[in-house]
T-cell receptor, first 114, second 112 residues
Framework: GQQLNQSPQSMFIQEGEDVSMNCTSS?????WLWYKQDPGEGPVLLIA?????ELTSNGRLTAQFGITRKDSFLNISASIPSDVGIYFC??????????????FGKGTLLTVNP | EAGVVQSPRYKIIEKKQPVAFWCNPI?????LYWYLQNLGQGPELLIR????????DSQLPKDRFSAERLKGVDSTLKIQPAELGDSAVYLC??????????FGPGTRLTVL
């Protein structure tokens, strides 16, 4: 099956620093999504990308859908303590009825030191 | 608007016992997903429903796992009998065609 390589596995940064993480795949995806998961909670959608080359921002977050459709990155600017959590990328393939079958990366654990 | 509701949030059972998880999707969402999330991993799809029909259950271990969504709203995922390796978080998500998937808080299962 499809697999995503998400890196880095973990990051430990100081408050105020910028963060970058990415996902790569050997397969093409129709959509890329970025989720954040806090302990004991389900993943929460941060950014959704639907077109190759698309660059989308959500506050301090910016994500891009790679032009080859095999990769995506997420940047967080000026990190704050509440950015702590696990960030997952997910690649989507259209599975009929405009629904996407998602394949998730293994996550990037972000720790922000105040 | 209420999010995806799951219960119980935590469940501890002994191996070989049955267990069931319940999910109530966001109102109006026709598509419902059950995911398995092992520690240190991303969610993996078990089954997807369109209304009451299971349209993708290729990843569901059918020897011990079963799911139902009888009226096209709530859904139940069952494991019988549970094994030690089933310890994980079971996530439910819902969505509409063309929309993304919204996740519930999950049920954390521990099998002793």
């Amino acid at each position: 099956g499809q697999q995503l390589n998400q890196s880095p596995q973990s990051m430990f940064i100081q408050e105020g620093e910028d963060v970058s993480m990415n996902c790569t795949s050997s397969s093409i995806f129709n959509t890329w999504l970025w989720y954040k998961q806090d302990p004991g909670e389900g993943p929460v959608l941060l950014i959704a990308l639907y077109k190759a080359g698309e660059l989308t921002s959500n506050g301090r977050l910016t994500a891009q859908f790679g032009i080859t459709r095999k990769d995506s990155f997420l940047n967080i600017s000026a990190s704050i303590p509440s950015d702590v959590g696990i960030y997952f990328c997910a690649g989507g393939i259209n599975s009929g009825g405009s629904n996407y079958k998602l394949t998730f990366g293994k996550g990037t654990l972000l720790t922000v030191n105040p | 608007e209420a999010g995806v509701v799951q219960s119980p949030r935590y469940k501890i059972i002994e191996k070989k016992q049955p267990v069931a998880f319940w999910c109530n999707p966001i109102s109006g969402h026709n598509t419902l997903y059950w995911y398995l999330q092992n520690l240190g991993q991303g969610p993996e799809l078990l089954i997807r429903y369109e209304n009451e029909e299971a349209v993708d259950d290729s990843q569901l271990p059918k020897d011990r796992f079963s799911a139902e969504r009888l009226k096209g709203v709530d859904s139940t995922l069952k494991i019988q009998p549970a094994e030690l390796g089933d310890s994980a978080v079971y996530l439910c998500a819902s969505g509409q065609p063309g929309d993304t998937q919204y996740f519930g808080p999950g049920t954390r299962l521990t099998v002793l």
